[in-house]
């Protein structure tokens, strides 16, 4: 069937509810509104309010009430408008949700999944479009996802709503719109693993191919500059990481062993980023199989401006990407 990224994540929504009657929604106009970015329209009048909650503009409150209800026996899907405000709600996340299972000496899961929008390139400033996923990924006690197609935006949620943990669901603004074919019968998903959505041909014979990694909304631009590159005679995998948290460096790792180079895309910062912890990873596990240090594409280390030629300056492109991939295989960049 065609869909939307949009909508696969509603339809995702809609059957965890009608599996599960623990399920609920809160969050800031997730009813009437129908959600900021629309996931939820038309919930509210399939479900009603007592499953589909309105919740004041206090994301520390109500984050607070999801873990107090998932202690309770429920399964809240929690949606936070954009990852920016995820920060008023750090305390409820990081000292509560992701240590109550240590600190009760394994009593006591939280199994609360938290949905949140994230990234950048739609103009709205910097308090609305910073990549903070990898500051997530850091914190032990959390599993961190990013769907970045139509299957994964469909099927994470039951999945992650099976996990007796807190799991984070961070969503790329710019894919909501992003329309395509979706299995009529598309349902739940692995979690575990980080997909190969291309697989490069000549596996390193012939010294032009190599890995491409990323996750989340740089996927499309990584796919388009795959093509591009392919014309070029450089041959890439492309990975798709799937989940933040556990990384799954297996499929990292196996990849660059067959390709002998690596270009990590990554939206967030440099700095301390989730791409500086794959390129750890590769060094640590695949070092003698590297042909050329690791290339990283990740956004320029300011605030996201508002401007939108600075925005598209500050933030990966597929310019950048086919760039790193020429340095890594030692073409003209």
Known sequence: MKTTYREAMRAGLRDAMQRDERVFLMGEDVGRYGG???VSLGLLEEFGPERIRD????????????????????????????????????????NNAATLLHMSGGQFNVPIVIRMTTGAGRQLGAQHSHSLEGWYAHIPGLRILAPATLADARGMLWTALQDPDPVLIFEHGSLYNMAGELDDDAGAVDIDKAAVLRRADGHGDSGDTLTLITYGGTLPMVLDAAEQLAGEGIDADVIDLRTLRPLDAHTVVDSVARTHRAVVVDEG???????????????EQAFFDLDAPVERVCSLEVPVPYAKHLEEAALPSVKRVVAAARRAVGANA
């Not at 440099?270 to 500086?276: H, L, V």
């Open 36 to 38: 900021s970015f629309a």
């Open 55 to 94: 919740t004041p503009l206090s994301e520390s409150g109500f984050v607070g009430a999801g873990i107090g209800a998932a202690l309770g026996g429920m399964r809240p899907v929690v949606e936070i408008m954009t990852v920016n405000f995820s920060l008023l709600a750090l305390d409820q996340i990081i």
């Open 269 to 283: 910062w440099r700095s301390g980023s989730i791409s500086a912890e794959i390129s750890a990873r590769i060094c």
